[in-house]
């Protein structure tokens, strides 16, 4: 080979290896931070949502965006060391799902790092954002107020159990949003003449003890109020009623797929689904500033039939047809 040929074959494979090693390296991944008030087990659904909204938008876990997922599984207090620790890391966005304490760990920590949240009070009076129409800041999301509901749970109940007059109210007195949904309940009772017998839990035993006082003090219903945790432990909430023979009504339709007697509440699919939306627009560049509060409106009737039956109710025509789903 002659010495020109030689320095020409040379120089273009110097040239080309910087582009070979660009080439071998792994892509630049994005990472998302969870914070999740549930359990790993009750946030299976919330995940695949996620996943599912990400790949369609060409983000693949593993290969260019990773989730760095916690759960605090109702335990609270541990969401602002949390919080701080993804920002620490500096992940390009912030999920805080699952109810306000969430949320106001995130937004405490910082105030660059987008937030994309679900919370089930008004993100304005909680500080979270300017205006729903105009953010304003880093942190954008989802409300669906179903603290708001339990007036309306409570007349649903009543029309499914006419003859109930002392009805208990199980909240998780951890939970931001327990006073406001016992005003409601209890100012919605008032009206009509019927008691109401508030009882606390914010762990699985004190469920188990709220249940005790319920049958206890003879309550003929109960009411289950919005909560995370609350929502993870809907099975333990089922069995217990069934056991019992308390006619329950829950806040979303989960709790009555498992058992529950039913539900009235917003579709928790709908707002996963804004929420991996959002996710998506800011790691494409969108600015939380940018991306109006959705306030879900999508309000969900479900009565499971098997546990009415069970119950010795006889469930009426006017309540059935008005059901958005009847489990058979």
Not at 106 to 120: L, R, W, Y
Not at 229 to 236: C, D, E, I, K, N
Not at 302 to 314: E, K, S, Y
Request: aromatic fraction near 6%; charged fraction near 20%; avoid cysteine.
């Amino acid at each position: 080979m002659k010495r020109r040929d030689f320095i020409t074959l040379f120089g273009g494979a110097a040239a080309a290896w910087p582009m070979l090693a660009r080439a071998q390296q792994p892509q630049t991944m994005a990472v998302i931070g969870y914070l999740g008030t549930a359990s790993p087990t009750t946030g299976v659904p919330i995940m695949a949502a996620l996943r599912q909204h990400l790949a369609e938008a060409g983000y693949v876990e593993g290969r260019n965006v990773a989730i760095d997922s916690h759960w605090v599984e109702g335990q609270y207090d541990r969401l602002p060391a949390l919080a701080a620790e993804m920002v620490r890391r500096q992940v390009a966005v912030i999920i805080a799902t699952g109810g306000t304490a969430g949320a106001l760990a995130a937004k405490a920590a910082t105030t660059t790092i987008p937030i994309v949240f679900s919370v089930t009070d008004d993100p304005v009076a909680l500080g979270l954002v300017a205006s729903l129409a105009r953010p304003g800041g880093n942190a954008t999301g989802v409300t669906f107020l179903l603290a708001e509901l339990g007036a309306k749970q409570f007349g649903l109940l009543r029309e499914m159990v006419p003859a109930a007059r002392r009805i208990g109210l199980l909240v998780n007195p951890d939970n931001t949003t327990s006073k406001a949904q016992t005003s409601d309940v209890v100012t919605a009772a008032s009206a009509v003449g019927a008691t109401i017998d508030v009882v606390r839990a914010s762990d699985s035993r004190e469920i188990e003890a709220a249940f005790a006082a319920l049958v206890r003090d003879g309550v003929d219903a109960l009411l289950v109020g919005t909560d995370p945790f609350l929502y993870s432990r809907r099975v333990q909430l089922a069995t217990l009623a069934a056991r019992h023979a308390i006619p329950a009504i829950y806040p979303v339709r989960e709790n009555a797929e498992v058992g529950g007697l039913m539900s009235y509440g917003t579709s928790l699919t709908e707002v996963y689904r804004h929420v991996g939306s959002y996710t998506v627009r800011i790691l494409k560049g969108a600015k939380p500033a940018d991306l109006p509060v959705v306030r879900s409106t999508k309000f969900e009737l479900v009565i499971n039939l098997p546990t009415a039956r069970a119950l010795g109710l006889d469930v009426s025509p006017m309540l059935l047809a008005r059901a958005d789903e009847v489990i058979e």
